[in-house]
């Protein structure tokens, strides 16, 4: 006998832009795997460009100049009650580009707030990434360990929320530099200049110089070594980051999309055409049909 795909689980709509429910998500209440599920890709629903809340939270989003991302519907709904609601969520699933520069031509600011456990970490790692890659700047919310937002926002409400964790984020390089802290014995010199240079490479990722200097200025500080020999160091990492970025800028891929990007808008029986096209590519069924109409 078949079995129901959301069996075992809590099920909420997920909707477009426009408001319109085009799928379901559905969130384990047992152990079973994966934690979030949702409905089947299909024509109308890709989850890599959908973000959970969206359509209610871009007018609040606009409105306060910056976002809160979660990981999961429920420290969504949680939050909105709280009547925080400039929240959204991914749909269970790593962040896209595409999610990425959707927040990104809203607001220039987004707080990652995800649980503060190991995966938590892992996953507002490579998040931020993809928002800076954008340009968003980028703040990490302070959960403590073993918490997650629906858990705070239940036990201390909605206004101890906003106080003491979004207000109270730290941006990623703050983030970052905390949580590489756990993998070195600082003490020992050697894990010590392996701390520095990992922590050189990611400012001199940073694009905004005043950023760059206040965090040289504050390892300078830490570890007792002249501002003027971290600097050197820094801009040979920059270098790199910034050859490594014109290799990524020049590569045949990226010259493609440029190039059709330059072309002029093409006429809709074009587009059409091309639509067809690929229908018929698919569907074997497809092409006999157009065939005989044609």
Same mark, same amino acid.
């Given at each position: 006998?078949?079995?129901?795909?959301?069996?075992?689980?809590?099920?909420?709509?997920?909707?477009?832009?426009?408001?319109?429910?085009?799928?379901?998500?559905?969130?384990?209440?047992?152990?079973?795997?994966?934690?979030?599920?949702?409905?089947?890709?299909?024509?109308?629903?890709?989850?890599?460009?959908? =973000?959970?809340?969206?359509?209610?939270?871009? !007018?609040? *989003?606009?409105?306060?100049?910056? @976002? &809160?991302?979660? %990981?999961? +519907?429920?420290?969504?709904?949680?939050?909105?009650?709280?009547?925080?609601?400039?929240?959204?969520?991914?749909?269970?699933?790593?962040?896209?580009?595409?999610?990425?520069?959707?927040?990104?031509?809203?607001?220039?600011?987004?707080?990652?707030?995800?649980?503060?456990?190991?995966?938590?970490?892992?996953?507002?790692?490579?998040?931020?990434?993809?928002?800076?890659?954008?340009?968003?700047?980028?703040?990490?919310?302070?959960?403590?360990?073993?918490?997650?937002?629906?858990?705070?926002?239940?036990?201390?409400?909605?206004?101890?929320?906003?106080?003491?964790?979004?207000?109270?984020?730290?941006?990623?390089?703050?983030?970052?530099?905390?949580?590489?802290?756990?993998?070195?014995?600082?003490?020992?010199?050697?894990?010590? =200049?392996?701390?520095?240079?990992?922590?050189? !490479?990611? *400012?001199?990722?940073?694009?905004? @110089? &005043?950023?760059? %200097?206040? +965090?040289?200025?504050?390892?300078?500080?830490?570890?007792?070594?002249?501002?003027?020999?971290?600097?050197?160091?820094?801009?040979?990492?920059?270098?790199?980051?910034?050859?490594?970025?014109?290799?990524?800028?020049?590569?045949?891929?990226?010259?493609?999309?440029?190039?059709?990007?330059?072309?002029?808008?093409?006429?809709?029986?074009?587009?059409?055409?091309?639509?067809?096209?690929?229908?018929?590519?698919?569907?074997?069924?497809?092409?006999?049909?157009?065939?005989?109409?044609?």
């Amino acid at each position: 006998t078949a079995i129901d795909r959301f069996r075992g689980r809590v099920i909420f709509p997920i909707r477009n832009h426009l408001g319109k429910p085009i799928a379901f998500g559905g969130r384990s209440i047992t152990d079973q795997e994966p934690k979030y599920l949702n409905s089947p890709e299909n024509d109308l629903f890709h989850k890599s460009k959908i =973000l959970f809340n969206f359509d209610l939270a871009k !007018k609040h *989003i606009r409105k306060k100049r910056e @976002a &809160i991302l979660f %990981e999961g +519907y429920i420290d969504v709904i949680s939050a909105y009650q709280a009547n925080i609601k400039n929240v959204i969520a991914t749909l269970g699933t790593s962040m896209s580009m595409h999610q990425a520069r959707l927040i990104k031509r809203y607001v220039d600011k987004v707080i990652i707030c995800y649980d503060a456990d190991q995966a938590g970490i892992n996953a507002t790692y490579q998040t931020a990434k993809l928002l800076l890659d954008t340009g968003c700047e980028v703040y990490v919310a302070n959960l403590n360990e073993g918490m997650d937002p629906d858990g705070f926002i239940r036990k201390y409400g909605g206004r101890a929320f906003e106080e003491e964790v979004v207000k109270s984020s730290d941006m990623f390089i703050k983030f970052y530099m905390n949580n590489l802290r756990k993998e070195f014995n600082l003490q020992h010199e050697g894990e010590r =200049l392996n701390y520095i240079e990992k922590v050189l !490479k990611e *400012i001199a990722t940073i694009g905004n @110089a &005043i950023e760059r %200097e206040y +965090y040289l200025k504050e390892l300078s500080s830490e570890f007792n070594i002249s501002y003027e020999t971290l600097n050197v160091e820094l801009k040979k990492y920059k270098e790199q980051h910034q050859h490594k970025d014109k290799r990524d800028e020049n590569s045949y891929t990226n010259r493609a999309v440029n190039y059709v990007g330059t072309k002029r808008i093409l006429p809709a029986f074009h587009n059409a055409e091309r639509h067809l096209i690929a229908y018929m590519l698919q569907d074997v069924h497809v092409t006999n049909k157009v065939q005989k109409e044609l």
